[in-house]
């Protein structure tokens, strides 16, 4: 078992911490305003060489896999003390464009060199009004009319509504009950019958909108098919990049917030001393790094064992992201304490930081799906039904 990076991923492990550390003193007023210069954002993450990390070179991707996802992102999310640095990373290499690897040719040669190279780049579109957990019970549809599909539907909580055109989109195909109908479509919001909604207002991961997106008789050519019906669980299979995603997330954040945490209390006298000098508190920031030292090899063993090195395992993942969203909004509440009356202030980053980890608990799956997956992995000849 060997835990060390090779050079080339401490490279770019150095490379990600510099480019996030430049983004750092932007992170607030994209969050105050709500409207961060995406565009711009994403030109830099770009020019840095950070687009397409884990897409295969045919497509103009850099040729790493799960493990180089991870590393840029985590380090982004951790210098940056922002969620939006990673954004380009995501729509460029993560979930969207791996689905479109399962696809066929025409797919993959329509829309993978753009997505990858940063033209056009990728939201999910799996969430619906009532169905987040349930998405089995998605209502979505697909159906087929000569060479088309024609869809119909409504997505919401559509992370980069307002900055992404692409959105590898989950669907009902030919009204096929159950999972086995599911599948996948590429739906270009720029086609007619496609509406983008602003959606709610979030109190974190602010800067784009998670907006909705309302299909109707949207016109899809067939070569637009990511996955047909019937092949729900290995478009999921791709969908654990999401996971991985998120892991890198409660990586960064909680690191994120630990930094702020060992500043201030090093900094803040109280009776005549630093507060870290007091037991309470060297204790607690020693829980911090504890906790983060067995995220950090949850979330790394998940990436490492991801098969063909691309797509993450599902009970590793699941595991390692529900330790993330459970301990996660403990380390960054615990920072924001020991920040004492000016934690919950915006002179601070730590309310940020926290806001946006709180934002993330259920993002990519809700910590009680998780459990269950979990335990249905660990009982596998008993049945825990979901509805
Ligand atoms: C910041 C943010 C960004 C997001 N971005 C995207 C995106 O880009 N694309 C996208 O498609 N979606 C996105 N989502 C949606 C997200 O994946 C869903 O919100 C999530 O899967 C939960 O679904 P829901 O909101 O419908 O909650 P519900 O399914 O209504 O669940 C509510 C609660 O009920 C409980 N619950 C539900 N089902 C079960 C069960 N079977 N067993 C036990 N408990 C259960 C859980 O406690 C759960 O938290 C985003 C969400 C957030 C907050």
Redesign the pocket.
């Known amino acids: 078992m060997d835990f060390t990076l090779t050079p080339d991923q401490r490279d770019l492990q150095a490379r990600a911490e510099k480019l996030g550390r430049s983004f750092a003193d932007q992170a607030a007023s994209w969050d105050e305003s709500d409207d961060a210069p995406y565009r711009e954002l994403f030109e830099r993450v770009g020019a840095e060489g950070f687009l397409g990390i884990a897409m295969p070179t045919e497509y103009g991707g850099q040729g790493g896999g799960a493990v180089e996802y991870l590393i840029v992102v985590e380090a982004l999310f951790r210098y940056a003390q922002s969620w939006l640095p990673p954004e380009p990373v995501f729509c460029t290499s993560g979930p969207g464009p791996s689905m479109l690897l399962l696809g066929d040719d025409a797919v993959k040669d329509k829309y993978l060199h753009d997505i990858v190279a940063g033209r056009r780049a990728c939201?999910?579109?799996?969430?619906e009004p009532d169905?987040?957990?349930?998405?089995t019970h998605l209502r979505t549809t697909a159906v087929r009319d000569g060479d088309d599909f024609i869809v119909n539907g409504h997505?919401?909580?559509?992370?980069?509504s307002n900055v992404n055109d692409l959105n590898a989109t989950?669907v009902r195909f030919d009204e096929i009950p159950g999972p086995k109908g599911i599948g996948a479509v590429v739906v270009d919001a720029t086609v007619p019958g496609v509406e983008i909604r602003r959606g709610p207002v979030?109190i974190?991961?602010r800067g784009i909108h998670?907006g909705e997106m309302v299909l109707t008789d949207v016109r899809v050519p067939a070569e637009n098919v990511i996955v047909g019906p019937g092949q729900f669980a290995r478009l999921m299979t791709a969908f654990n990049l999401e996971r991985l995603h998120n892991c890198g997330f409660w990586l960064g954040f909680s690191q994120a917030a630990y930094d702020e945490a060992a500043i201030y209390t090093q900094r803040r006298v109280a009776f005549g001393r630093p507060v870290i000098e007091f037991q309470s508190v060297y204790h607690d920031l020693a829980d911090m790094w504890v906790q983060i030292e067995a995220l950090r090899l949850l979330a790394y063993r998940a990436a490492a064992s991801a098969i063909d090195g691309r797509f993450p395992r599902l009970a590793e993942v699941s595991q390692a992201k529900l330790f993330g969203a459970t301990v996660g909004p403990q380390i960054t509440l615990k920072a924001m304490e020991l920040h004492g009356g000016y934690g919950p202030t915006t002179d601070f980053a730590i309310q940020r930081i926290h806001r946006d980890c709180v934002?993330?608990v259920?993002?990519?799956?809700?910590?009680?799906?998780l459990?269950?997956g979990v335990a249905a992995g660990l009982f596998p000849d008993r049945k825990f039904p979901?509805g």
């Open positions: 939201n999910i579109a799996l969430t169905a987040g957990s349930a998405l997505k919401s909580f559509l992370t980069g989950f979030f974190g991961d998670h934002t993330n259920v993002a990519g799956g809700a910590p009680a799906v459990r269950n979901q």
